[in-house]
């Protein structure tokens, strides 16, 4: 695993785009798996920047969102489908047709989550894989306890997750209880995953995803087993695993 301490968000977030555009630039046709969450605004705003001085072009690229909350139309404010289409899609040539979300929607939500699956297998798989992580060490919204063995699912939220979402809602009531999600299985099929991480909230589980032990507890543990993994983070989110011993890149 490589690991790149950055100075603040701001390098976090340039480091993190520039990973993303030298896969877009080595292979133009690339699968990109998307996440959303405060962690990659600040990347997804460099990546338009760099779009919208000629400098990089998606227009070959497709994309696979890693989720979606179950019960939120796309156009909903705080659907995942419109945090993409505000935060990047939208600033970006892109092809609309080429972005994958998976549909809140569905009337069938076990077949949308088998379609996805089947999808990504169509694409070819995904080459890099964007992933933020949660205070419990969830990804995407695989929470602790979770099976490793699944691929895309519906999900049921834990209370904490619930608490640390409700900042986007108007109350706690309205955060949505399930989400239609990849699986750890679907995410460790990706070619490589490049994780990002920012502020000293998150510290504590870094460290315990990535000097800890391998354990469905910590669901992001699990990319200690993956060959080609990235974490870049600030020094504040990756001060614990500094003093656990973590050996940085620069
Ligand atoms: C988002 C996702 C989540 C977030 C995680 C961290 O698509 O799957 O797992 O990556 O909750 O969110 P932030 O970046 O807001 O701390």
Redesign the pocket.
Same mark, same amino acid.
């Given at each position: 695993m490589r690991i790149y301490a950055c100075a603040d968000y701001r390098a976090m977030s340039r480091r993190a785009a520039s990973l993303i555009a030298a896969q877009v630039l080595l292979k133009p046709d690339c699968v990109l798996g998307l %996440? $959303? #969450?405060? $962690?990659?605004v600040g990347l997804y705003r460099q990546l338009a920047e760099w779009h919208q001085q000629g400098d990089l072009s998606f227009a070959g690229v497709r994309s696979v969102?890693?989720?979606e909350y179950l019960g939120l139309a796309p156009d909903h404010e705080q659907s995942?489908r419109r945090f993409m289409q505000v935060n990047l899609f939208d600033h970006i040539d892109i092809r609309p047709e080429h972005t994958h979300v998976l549909n809140g929607l569905a009337p069938d939500p076990q077949a949308e989550c088998a379609a996805y699956d089947q999808l990504i297998r169509e694409l070819g798989g995904v080459d890099l894989q964007l992933? #933020?992580?949660?205070h419990n060490g969830?990804? %995407?919204?695989n929470e602790p306890g979770d099976d490793f063995g699944l691929e895309t699912h519906v999900v049921r939220l834990s209370e904490r $997750?619930i608490d %640390?979402n409700q900042r986007f809602f108007a109350s706690r009531d309205e955060v949505p209880r399930q989400a239609l999600s990849m699986g750890i299985k679907s995410i460790l099929h990706a070619r490589r995953i490049l994780v990002v991480v920012s502020g000293a909230d998150k510290a504590e589980a870094v460290r315990r995803a990535f000097a800890g032990p391998v354990t469905d507890q910590v669901p992001a543990s699990v990319l200690q087993l993956h060959p080609d993994v990235t974490l870049v983070g600030d020094e504040a989110a990756l001060s614990e695993l500094k003093e656990a011993g973590g050996s940085l890149c620069g």
């Amino acid at each position: 695993m490589r690991i790149y301490a950055c100075a603040d968000y701001r390098a976090m977030s340039r480091r993190a785009a520039s990973l993303i555009a030298a896969q877009v630039l080595l292979k133009p046709d690339c699968v990109l798996g998307l %996440a $959303t #969450g405060s $962690t990659p605004v600040g990347l997804y705003r460099q990546l338009a920047e760099w779009h919208q001085q000629g400098d990089l072009s998606f227009a070959g690229v497709r994309s696979v969102n890693l989720d979606e909350y179950l019960g939120l139309a796309p156009d909903h404010e705080q659907s995942y489908r419109r945090f993409m289409q505000v935060n990047l899609f939208d600033h970006i040539d892109i092809r609309p047709e080429h972005t994958h979300v998976l549909n809140g929607l569905a009337p069938d939500p076990q077949a949308e989550c088998a379609a996805y699956d089947q999808l990504i297998r169509e694409l070819g798989g995904v080459d890099l894989q964007l992933l #933020g992580m949660g205070h419990n060490g969830h990804i %995407a919204f695989n929470e602790p306890g979770d099976d490793f063995g699944l691929e895309t699912h519906v999900v049921r939220l834990s209370e904490r $997750t619930i608490d %640390a979402n409700q900042r986007f809602f108007a109350s706690r009531d309205e955060v949505p209880r399930q989400a239609l999600s990849m699986g750890i299985k679907s995410i460790l099929h990706a070619r490589r995953i490049l994780v990002v991480v920012s502020g000293a909230d998150k510290a504590e589980a870094v460290r315990r995803a990535f000097a800890g032990p391998v354990t469905d507890q910590v669901p992001a543990s699990v990319l200690q087993l993956h060959p080609d993994v990235t974490l870049v983070g600030d020094e504040a989110a990756l001060s614990e695993l500094k003093e656990a011993g973590g050996s940085l890149c620069g």
